[in-house]
């Protein structure tokens, strides 16, 4: 078992540190939010009064941060992360972040004989809570070997998608697909409802048919088909229409700089960007099924 560093622990952050504890490691963290601290302190971690004071001494550091400036603000400059880690200690960013963000932490990292591995998740808030999360891991074959075991306590898939940095690009191809399936197949749905089909009926047959994906086996948008996710509970809880905004920022950013096409990424980025600015950023992903009902709605 392993002493262990987890700084973030937001709502995926909090149930990924927590599987650490159940797995029987020693568990220091923080994050500024001081009842996300206590909370998982009652569970048995440890609460530290910063960052670094959760670092230091630790085998191995996990941070879970919302984007690429709070990375290179907490591992970089002369009061960061890696003037502050022993040697030896393994730096895990579990953030999803952009590709250059990574890259030049790990740069910095190696050159003081640092491994970091950048591993986004895949998986929402049920796949952390449960530990059966995806790890997209891009780094050295010795960062990866070794964040291997550690990732195992939360999550069941764990795949090295290349070097630093592979693991964001890997998590943000992964992301723009996910809202292009998350909105065609709200679309789909609505399409049915409105020519009188029984959501849960269309459902079953789509999944089980050509259109088949992801969203309608784990994750349905129309409520009340699937019990237990967000489309169920007012769209709340899961993965926020904001964040995902700010991945396909991500992976339109991406797409520009390698000359990529992406025409339906940025179809999908306008639709969820419109949806975010109807008031429901900080609602399930999922949400966007009301995008189409409310078109569909006023057509009729």
Not at 41 to 61: D, K, N, R, T, Y
Not at 106 to 123: C, I, T
Not at 177 to 186: D, H
Request: aromatic content about 4%; some cysteine; hydrophobic content about 45%.
């Amino acid at each position: 078992m392993a002493t262990i560093a987890f700084i973030g622990l937001g709502n995926m952050g909090g149930p990924m540190a927590l599987n650490l504890v159940r797995a029987g490691h020693t568990v220091r963290v923080f994050d500024l939010n001081h009842d996300a601290v206590h909370a998982i302190a009652e569970q048995g971690a440890i609460p530290c009064p910063s960052s670094c004071g959760a670092a230091a001494g630790a085998e191995v550091v996990i941070t879970m941060l919302p984007a690429g400036k709070h990375v290179r603000g907490l591992y970089l400059g002369e009061s960061g992360l890696l003037e502050t880690v022993a040697q030896g200690t393994l730096l895990i960013d579990s953030s999803t972040i952009d590709a250059e963000s990574a890259r030049v932490v790990a740069e910095a990292a190696r050159k003081k004989g640092l491994e970091f591995v950048d591993a986004p998740v895949s998986g929402g808030t049920a796949g952390a809570a449960a530990g059966t999360l995806t790890f997209i891991c891009g780094g050295s074959d010795d960062g990866f070997a070794q964040a291997q075991p550690i990732l195992a306590s939360m999550g069941v898939n764990i795949f090295h998608a290349g070097a630093a940095g592979a693991g964001q690009v890997a998590k943000i191809c992964n992301n723009m697909l996910l809202a292009v399936l998350m909105a065609g197949t709200s679309e789909a749905l609505q399409l049915g409802i409105q020519n009188g089909l029984d959501p849960k009926v269309l459902s079953q047959i789509i999944k089980v048919s050509s259109g088949g994906n992801w969203t309608l086996e784990k994750y349905n948008p129309c409520p009340g088909v699937m019990d237990s996710v967000p489309s169920s509970n007012g769209y709340q809880g899961g993965f926020m229409v904001d964040l995902m905004c700010k991945d396909l920022g991500l992976a339109a950013h991406t797409a520009t700089d390698s000359g990529s096409a992406t025409p339906m990424g940025s179809l999908a980025t306008s639709l969820f960007r419109l949806h975010a600015a109807k008031g429901n950023g900080r609602r399930d992903f999922s949400s966007i099924f009301e995008q189409f009902e409310q078109q569909n709605n006023k057509q009729g």
